[in-house]
């Protein structure tokens, strides 16, 4: 058996009720038919952690857009994420905040 070195990122703490920002890289094509890369830049409400510290481990990520609700499932250990930057913090007693799909509730912060 082979071993092999994965290498291992470390991210903030990102827990469900937790607002994050998350920089992601993003390929595009010119009009001219070039690659360019750029980061993109996603900020929202962590609705859910699946997988724990495995490496297909995801989180869910939801914003308010111009009235209209965005989701964004990100992979964790992908190479594309470069930096994932906690703002808040809230208190929750859910470890899956599908409820706030459907009502506008607002969550209680805790202090960073």
Do not use: C, D, W
């Not at 980061?39 to 009235?67: D, M, Y």
């Not at 992908?78 to 509730?105: D, F």
């Amino acid at each position: 058996m082979k071993n092999i070195q994965e290498k291992e990122v470390i991210y903030p703490e990102v827990k469900p009720g937790t607002t994050v920002q998350i920089h992601q890289k993003i390929k595009e094509k010119t009009t001219k038919g070039e690659e360019k890369e750029r980061i993109q830049v996603f900020e929202g409400i962590v609705l859910a952690r699946k997988k724990k510290k495995e490496i297909g481990a995801t989180i869910t990520v939801r914003k308010i857009s111009h009235s209209v609700g965005v989701e964004k499932i990100f992979p964790l250990y992908s190479p594309l994420i470069t930096k994932i930057k906690v703002l808040k913090k809230a208190k929750v007693r859910r470890a899956k905040l599908y409820y706030l799909k459907n009502y506008k509730k607002r969550l209680k912060e805790k202090t960073l």
